[in-house]
């Protein structure tokens, strides 16, 4: 009915159809939020009688809009994100007018493009079963408590198909770093053949998926989108984790050395043979930079390091001008 009647791009979307079950025009709202992103109305009528279920998007407040046609209701209540109301069927288009008006002059163009709210930019190996078991105590999830979302980024898609009776979910395979994952999207079937042997960049939640009596590790896909060509994130501003891997690689290669003198091929073999870490030259030579501004290292020149031994007090990161950009950086 939306596609038909071209509203798919109103400031808000109201749908009204006779004889609908009421009990499932909640589920109903809240699809069509996910998919259009804009504050939606859905009446069923029932014997002159309709009973609606609303839902909004961050920055319009329902509850208030239906203050706003309050004379048009039996009843009605809700709150920012969602409501509900009972009206009479012959006072509907009296409402909807009312109601666009009210949409037209609150609902600014600039929130009807959807954000997703992350947590932070993740390598893949950073996501274990113990890290989703502790964020499972952060439960119940809901509104004014979502479920955390993270960003991978630079992922290559190996394998790649769609499941479902009518194949209409997405299901890949992804590397990095030498290791493969798991990725499920939901209603995401139209992405397969976009990604497919391609570099991605997304937006997911950790799950775990128990399968033939074994915990697994899966990535429920909120967004996606192909990698861009620059530097990743990550690699522009290296964790605080991260960096702190670095220098410990560099103490215990120091350690094992006969020369003061490392090279950046060598801290990189470290890493991934003491901590599992796989990283660009390009983010190790950042990390090294962070590490030379606040005197725990020298550099001689681009490819080599040495480790200030002398050092007798811990160093703040936060005075690394490098590191400080990473928190003043709005997009990825």
Known sequence: MVEKAQTGQDKIIIVVG?????GVIGIAASRLQEKYYRPIIIIAVNDGIGKASCRSIEGFHMKNALDFCADDFVVYGGHSMAAGFTIEAAKIAAFTVHIKDYAEKNVPEDILTPV????AVVYPQDITLDLIHELSLLEPFGMGNTK????????????????GRENTHLRFVFEYGGQRFT???????????????????????????HWNDKDYIQFKLIDIHLSGDAPIFLE???????????YLAMR???????SAALTVSAVNSALKQFYNINISEYAL?????IMQEINIISLPDENTAILNTALQTKMDINTSPTFERRFGSKRL
């Open 18 to 22: 006779e004889n609908w079950h009421e």
């Open 116 to 119: 997703c709210k992350i947590e």
């Open 148 to 163: 955390p979302q993270f960003v991978c980024q630079h992922l290559y898609v190996s394998q790649c198909k769609t499941i």
């Open 183 to 209: 990725a499920i999207g939901w209603n995401m079937a139209q992405y397969a053949e976009q990604i497919a042997y391609k570099y991605v960049d997304i937006v997911f939640q950790p799950e775990i998926n």
């Open 236 to 246: 522009k501003y290296p964790s605080y984790d991260t960096v702190g891997k670095v």
């Open 252 to 258: 215990r290669l120091t350690a094992q050395s006969a």
């Open 285 to 289: 030579k950042t990390c090294l930079k």
